[in-house]
């Protein structure tokens, strides 16, 4: 498998693969496990145990060079607010006003088209600045996990 080193130590061998996005990935053969033996992968069975077997179905893929699914994580929309709430919360920490990012997001015309004071862009500029300190706070975890469909 291309992009992978390795470094060993009293555990193992620490092996790393380039994901080449300039992240990379780690994974540990124990030094128990002979070179020529495949890497297991070791799943605690709780309630994120479906989203973890997603995510080694995902690394096996690439480490295997196979097509690699679409995520289904977040739908279209989902992604659109998190980036909106990114931007919003970059604004804000850095001492723009509610009215000034709403301008940044949805454009001038749009900002102008009611009063500030009551304006629906004003509640959902200052909804996604609250959203997104929330997702600093540790919401961002609940990105990560699948969408469960019922119990």
Known sequence: MDGITGETDSLGVHLHYDLGNGDRLQL???????PDQPLAALVPLDGDGLDRLEAIDRLLRTLLGRKIPQDTRLTPQQRRRSRHMLQAIDGRMNGASYRDIATALFGA???????????????????LVKDAFAMIAGGYR???RRRHRGS
Do not use: C, E, F
């Open 28 to 34: 540990l053969r124990l030094a128990t496990v002979a």
């Open 109 to 127: 015309d749009r900002v102008n088209d009611h009063p500030w004071k009551t304006s629906p862009l004003r509640d959902i500029t200052m909804d």
């Open 142 to 144: 609940t990105l990560l």
